[in-house]
């Protein structure tokens, strides 16, 4: 409420005779407290008209309760003068008068020049509503909230507010949309025995009735242990912190601040919630797993998922139950959410479907959604295409890893991006468990001219010859952006090589890094790329602009190493990195490696020679390289493997 300018300005009218009086009066420490000294302020604010006669105070105040509670109860914060009337309160009489009324209700021109009025924010119609009620009950014996009166039960014939207590408790937790959440904080802070101190001043008495402010803390105990709603859970706790009871947040904080969170019991969490709420902790990254990964702990802390703007729920025991809260988060109109993760969760398409949802909606900011392993198939995927593209304008990242597409689901992702050029940075939609053909095809589109850096990750993706194909022909379409490409774990042919030779012979191409690696873990299994695959690939590469080249775990052997020292030896090369970790290299490839690096030793940093098949001779001749003056090598992978006969 503090970045509400009228709360603010309450505030300031409530506070400002406190602070300016010599004896340092105790500041509010409660929202009714506060209000209590507003209202009091009001009062004292007299027009300085001569005016005979008229409402003193008490009853002007009494009135304005009469005509809040009403309003209330119909859902109103706009009424006209004939509700004024209904309550009798002639505004012109007020504003002669008192300062009450003048500065709480507000006039507003209707459509047709009607005047029409309010409070002047909906909190003063909820506190006057809540005094009102208060008083009715106090003086006249009779629960509003309640369709029967009270009867006296005490000695004295007061009936105990804890009667009342729990209308309005009972009330506010079965109301929609907190209507009554306000109201009852008031209400149930009144009873405190500052207010009532306060009170004094204005009707002239305390209140009369039997202490029960225990009764009352008690039985919101007993509410929030069966309140799983998180809103209502935190009101009920803002509540008791309006009757001074701390004892359930205190032990809470006791429990986190020690990081056992495991202590707090499950009914608890709120608590929790509330604890966050009002501290000086930074909440714009919320991790489940920080606290408990479960959904009934997920619903309980909402309140503290609707202030951040990162939300990490991976591999937390989520259902698609969970993706309704989480919903409700991203439509907030004050909602700040912009990246959300909810990897290894059993979603499915219905968890989808209610996210897809809240991405249609236009207060959605999310910019960042990871889906990696939640089990969606391609009905999902069309459900999120569909959300996508009706409000394209904030999500820049998506991940689907891992997760049960088929061509079909790929096809309606691909129309996402190449209508709305979603991706600014990377975009997953591949899966292990099917072909990615279909994916490679779509992955670099002809008119994707806009996608200036992408980094492929195509590793494992079960590629072959028909998938390098289009794989090479996407690419030379667009080949100036590419600057990054993972095709690790993937089985090539010499036919899918020499296509992918043609893209990296475009003059065009800009490609600095290039991973080749094994079709499967471990790296020591056999590939097709070998010796006359390496001449075909390192041919087509220009060492002016490749920095990284990984050809681990496939067997080139030294012939390979051969073709390949042709790139090693041009003046132009910038490599920095290189990987031949299994490559089937002997003492001559070594040899030949090491003759080609010396020649142009100024560049590499990193070597990787692991599980090759050398003896103890192949490192006299690496040794030539690294006692080169012009050697920069910082890295050196070598794990010697012996032949013995």
Known sequence: M??????????????????????????????????????????????????????????????????????????????????????????????VYSGVCTQIIRKESGLHKKEVYSFIHLSVQEFLAALYVHKTFVDRRKNLLSPNTVRPVSEGGESPIIFLHKSAVDMALSSDQGRWDLFLRFLVGLSQDKNQGLLQKIFGEKDKLPQSREETINYIHRKIQKTSYSNKGINLFH?????????????????????????????HWSALAFVLLVSNEDLS?????????????????????????????????????????????LTMKSGGLEELDLSGNNLNDSGVQLLTDSLQDANCKLSKLRLKQCGITTTGCQSLAIGIMSNPSHLRELDLSKNKLNDKGMMLLYGVVKNLLLLDQVINILCK????????????????GEIKSFLSRLSGCGLEEKGCTRLASALCSNPSYLQNLDLSRNSFSRTSVNQLSNFLQHPDSKLQRLEQTSTFVPRLFKTNLQADGAAALTSALKPDH???????????????????????????????ALRLQGCRLTDEGCAVLASSLKTNPAHLRDLDLGRNIMKEHAIEKLSVFLEDQGCRLEILKYILYLITK
Request: charged share 25%.
């Open 2 to 95: 503090c970045h509400i300018p009228m709360f603010c300005w309450i505030s300031a009218t409530a506070l400002q005779s406190l602070l300016m009086k010599e004896d340092q009066a105790e500041l509010p420490k409660t929202l009714t407290e506060m209000y209590m000294h507003f209202l009091i302020k009001q009062t004292e604010l007299k027009n300085q008209k001569d005016y005979q006669g008229g409402d003193t105070d008490r009853d002007m105040i009494m009135k304005l309760g009469k005509l809040a509670f009403e309003q209330l109860q119909n859902g109103n914060i706009i009424f006209s003068e004939e509700d004024l009337k209904k309550c009798d309160i002639d505004l012109k009489q007020a504003a």
């Open 239 to 267: 509540c008791l912190n309006e009757l001074g009871d701390q004892s359930l947040v205190e032990q809470v904080q006791k429990y986190y601040n020690s990081g056992d969170v495991s202590k707090i019991l499950p009914a």
């Open 285 to 329: 990254v919320f991790d489940l797993r920080k606290y408990y990964g479960s959904e009934a702990v997920l619903e309980r802390l909402l309140p503290v998922l609707k202030v951040a703007k990162t939300a990490l729920l991976s591999e937390s025991n989520l259902t698609d139950r969970c993706c309704s809260y989480v919903s409700s988060v």
């Open 433 to 448: 468990s099917i072909n990615k053909t279909f994916v490679i095809k779509y992955i670099f589109p002809r008119d994707h």
């Open 546 to 576: 490749l920095k990284e080249l990984d050809l681990g775990a496939n067997t080139i052997g030294d012939a390979g190493v051969q073709k390949l020292s042709e790139l090693l030896k041009s003046p132009n090369s910038k490599l920095e």
